[in-house]
């Protein structure tokens, strides 16, 4: 008897989306036109970097809409949170390491785009080391931001995980009716 050794599509989909989230977060170029340390590249690191958080929440805003209304099947909502997530820690990691270049003071042991990415995945994960940390008000700001994000994500997971859990241990394990009913329109001999 053989097994099926193929990798599930969604495997494959979530690894494609780590890779190329990778090579987008170390290629990505962050030389700016504009220096940060002028008044307009202040604001438009801002506006930025807020237009980008509100962009996430819409996308999972409606992707929870969208499940509402379609739930689709436990792993397809999985899969969809952890290619979200895949992009938050790009988006934010790639705001850390930016804001370090441009203002070393906000950071204590963030030198290099591992570091800002371990920073952020340490954030994520709720582990915080402390070899890593904000030190100035914009890093600690938006390091908040990133924890009520986390919050939110790691809150969906669990939901669609007990979710699907609960419903497969209703399906094995059917509730017997309670007392008095009548079950598949058997008649009633009880009386």
Same mark, same amino acid.
């Given at each position: 008897m053989t097994r &099926? /050794? /193929? !990798?599930?599509?969604h495997a494959l989909r979530n690894g494609g989306a780590v890779l190329c989230a990778l090579l987008l977060y170390y290629s990505a170029p962050l030389n700016g036109v504009f220096e940060l340390d002028d008044w307009p590249g202040h604001v438009l690191g801002v506006v930025g970097f807020v237009a980008g958080v509100a962009g996430l929440i819409w996308l999972v805003w409606r992707r929870i809409e969208h499940y509402l209304n379609a739930p689709p099947s =436990? @792993? @397809? /909502?999985?899969d969809g949170v952890l290619l979200l997530l895949c992009i938050v820690c790009v988006v934010f990691s790639l705001f850390y390491y930016r804001l370090q270049q441009q203002q070393? &003071? $906000?950071? =204590?042991? %963030? !030198? *290099?785009r591992t570091d =800002? %990415? +371990? +920073? *952020?995945?340490?954030t994520l994960g709720t582990i915080g080391y402390g070899d890593?940390?904000? !030190? @100035? $008000? !914009?890093?600690r700001i938006a390091t908040m931001v990133q924890i009520a994000f986390d919050l939110v994500v790691i809150g969906t997971l669990a939901t669609i995980v007990t979710s699907s859990v609960t419903r497969r241990l209703a399906a094995i394990h059917p509730e017997p009716p309670a007392a008095g009913e009548?079950?598949? @329109?058997a008649p009633d001999t009880t009386r």
């Open positions: &099926d /050794r /193929r !990798v599930p599509g =436990a @792993g @397809g /909502r999985v070393p &003071d $906000q950071f =204590a042991g %963030l !030198v *290099t =800002a %990415l +371990y +920073y *952020t995945m340490s890593v940390h904000a !030190v @100035g $008000q !914009v890093a009548v079950s598949g @329109g």
